[in-house]
């Protein structure tokens, strides 16, 4: 459990929590895995991991959103469909690098042998990109958003920042940025200047426990935006008829923090946006395609007749039909003449005949 006033990159998450393992001797003189040892030690497992962006590129965001901003956070924004796509559909997230703490360039060195120590100067994090895997989706979506991401930030024909027509050409009297164009009929009249913090997005980035509720890691990235839009992929026509999904590497420029305000609004972002599932809760949502509208004793024409068993010729399922009995029924039978016996098989003298049913005459 955490002590009082200790804080550590992982205050406001899930904290380690083995009141007794030090009473265990642990992996010296063996592995004890019963249960009250497994109570101090349960290993950590990756691949459990959630991606928020939660500072979309404001410029960009609205160059999605129509010539009056209408559409600035609605669910029909195409940059809005492109981060619940990366946040809820992306195939991986990758690229974090190690920190380490940096030695000084001259090491301390003397003696006859030159033995020297070296002395610690700063804790670098190598990380500055990080990559996104997605399915791309008819309709090009993420070719859409990407493409014009890095083009608003700087053309590729004229070099210079456009943010879709938003960017703006100076102060007016009133101290409001101004655009540079506008299109007629255009009420809106916001216009932003090129600034870094308003091409680039920030996200938060979780590793939580099993439970998907409580966080183990969490980190903000900043400053991130596309680096690399890939084409291959997409274009090239390969030889012997080969087809498959098209998929996107999306690597973004970033810098990362952590700290435990990150942790704890991460923790806060998982219990907001929770996926925590039963597969026995599955709801098919077939009432539309089984029963009659409003009605669980009707079903719809489009299943088809209810057929008969043609295999027993009934329908009362698979019960028994018939009521078995060992008890004999037992028949009086008549004295029979040996001339009767000899008379057999004469018209009116064989069995089923009418009145003779023992076969031997007339009753």
Not at 136 to 144: A, K, N, V
Request: with cysteine; net charge negative; aromatic share 10%.
């Amino acid at each position: 459990m955490a002590i009082p006033g200790v804080i550590t990159a992982q205050t406001g998450g899930r904290q380690f929590d083995a009141p007794n393992l030090t009473k265990y001797s642990l992996f010296v003189g063996g592995v004890n895995a019963t249960h009250h040892a497994l109570m101090n030690y349960s290993p950590l497992m990756n691949g459990f991991c959630r991606l928020f962006m939660v500072r979309p590129p404001k410029a960009i965001l609205h160059m999605f959103a129509g010539g009056n901003g209408a559409y600035m956070y609605d669910k029909d924004n195409l940059f809005i469909q492109f981060k619940h796509i990366l946040e809820y559909m992306n195939r991986s997230v990758t690229g974090f690098q190690d920190k380490t703490l940096e030695p000084a360039g001259t090491p301390i060195q003397g003696g006859f042998v030159g033995r020297q120590f070296n002395t610690p100067t700063v804790t670098k994090d190598a990380m500055n990109t990080f990559t996104v895997s997605v399915f791309e989706l008819t309709g090009s979506p993420i070719y859409q958003v990407i493409d014009g991401w890095m083009n608003a930030i700087g053309d590729e024909n004229s070099g210079l920042a456009t943010y879709g027509g938003l960017i703006s050409g100076g102060k007016n009297a009133n101290n409001q940025e101004t655009r540079l164009y506008r299109r007629t009929g255009d009420s809106d009249e916001t216009a932003y200047p090129f600034n870094e913090a308003n091409h680039t997005c920030e996200f938060i980035y979780i590793l939580h426990d099993r439970s998907g509720a409580q966080v183990e890691r969490a980190m903000l990235l900043t400053d991130c935006y596309p680096t690399t839009l890939q084409q291959a992929n997409v274009l090239d026509m390969p030889q012997g008829g080969t087809h498959d999904n098209v998929t996107y590497d999306l690597t973004f420029n970033c810098v990362s923090y952590r700290s435990p305000i990150i942790t704890s609004i991460a923790n806060d972002l998982l219990k907001q946006y929770r996926i925590v599932s039963n597969s026995l809760n599955l709801n098919p949502e077939l009432g539309d395609a089984v029963y009659a509208d409003g009605n669980v004793d009707l079903f719809r024409r489009s299943l088809g007749n209810i057929p008969f068993d043609s295999a027993t010729g009934t329908n009362i399922g698979n019960r028994p039909a018939y009521d078995q009995t060992i008890t004999a029924m037992t028949r009086d039978s008549r004295p029979v003449n040996i001339n009767d016996g000899k008379l057999a098989g004469q018209p009116g003298r064989m069995a089923g005949d009418a009145n003779n049913w023992d076969g031997f005459g007339p009753n």
